[in-house]
């Protein structure tokens, strides 16, 4: 007996191509991950990835599902007029893809953005100071980062408020989103992921530090600016960040959250 809550999802692989089924696997083990590390807010937020063989294309989970239930076949796929690729039953929010379909088609260097409101994240963007370059984890994100002054609830409706958004984050890597949480780019689901991550690290060791209530060490910055550039997506010739530990993510995954792959 089915109960009304039960989600029949049929199989995409044999309906995709090989570069699509593969994102989809890719998309929905870092949907698990995030879950896995915390960052799910019951059914809201999206993480989205690019369609590599038709770029414009991207895929993004349904409204219904909780990071934890998505699966490489439950994933969405829209063009970036918002006109469904194929026929299925799930269903998307508006907001979303406006935010994520207005910046994939505006940052055409992007393949992959993670939205998320995580405790660390919607803490340090309330903060008036923002966000500090206080630890080495930080430092990583030198001149990397952009805020956006909080506007209220993005409905259907918000098209312009992403507009300004976008217009706010620029080639940033990081957008800081007042009073709200986080907005992470990519070039691969990989460097999204480990971009992401350490970004965590350093909002939770920065409330950390504010929390002790001991003056904050300051590093000059040039300190800072030493310390990105030694990061492989900062350097003069930037390589893409994250292949290994995401390697090492989609492992663990498998181990953990297998059903991620139907």
Wanted: hydrophobic share 40%; charged share 25%; glycine share 6%.
């Amino acid at each position: 007996m089915s109960n009304h809550y039960d989600i029949d999802i049929p199989s995409m692989k044999d309906a995709v191509s090989d570069a699509e089924w593969e994102t989809r696997l890719d998309l929905a083990a870092l949907y698990r991950a995030a879950a896995h590390a915390g960052f799910q807010d019951v059914t809201l937020n999206h993480l989205t990835a690019r369609v590599p063989d038709a770029p414009d294309h991207f895929l993004i989970k349904p409204t219904e599902l909780m990071f934890e239930e998505v699966t490489a076949s439950s994933l969405l796929c829209f063009d970036l007029d918002d006109r469904p690729v194929y026929d299925q039953a799930l269903n998307k929010s508006p907001a979303s893809f406006n935010l994520h379909g207005t910046l994939l088609k505006a940052r055409t260097d992007v393949n992959c953005i993670m939205h998320l409101h995580s405790d660390a994240g919607a803490a340090v963007s309330a903060q008036k100071k923002g966000f500090l370059f206080i630890s080495q984890d930080a430092m990583r994100f030198w001149n990397k980062i952009a805020t956006h002054t909080y506007e209220g609830l993005v409905h259907g409706e918000g098209l312009e408020e992403c507009k300004q958004l976008i217009d706010d984050m620029g080639d940033k890597t990081v957008l800081m989103l007042h009073n709200h949480g986080t907005l992470v780019v990519g070039r691969t689901i990989g460097e999204a992921f480990l971009l992401n991550h350490f970004l965590e690290r350093a909002m939770t060791i920065q409330i950390g530090a504010l929390a002790g209530g001991g003056e904050i060490i300051q590093p000059s910055d040039d300190v800072c600016a030493k310390i990105a550039e030694g990061w492989i997506e900062n350097r003069p010739n930037p390589g893409i960040a994250g292949a290994r530990d995401w390697n090492a993510i989609r492992r663990q995954m498998d181990r953990l959250y297998p059903n991620y792959r139907t």
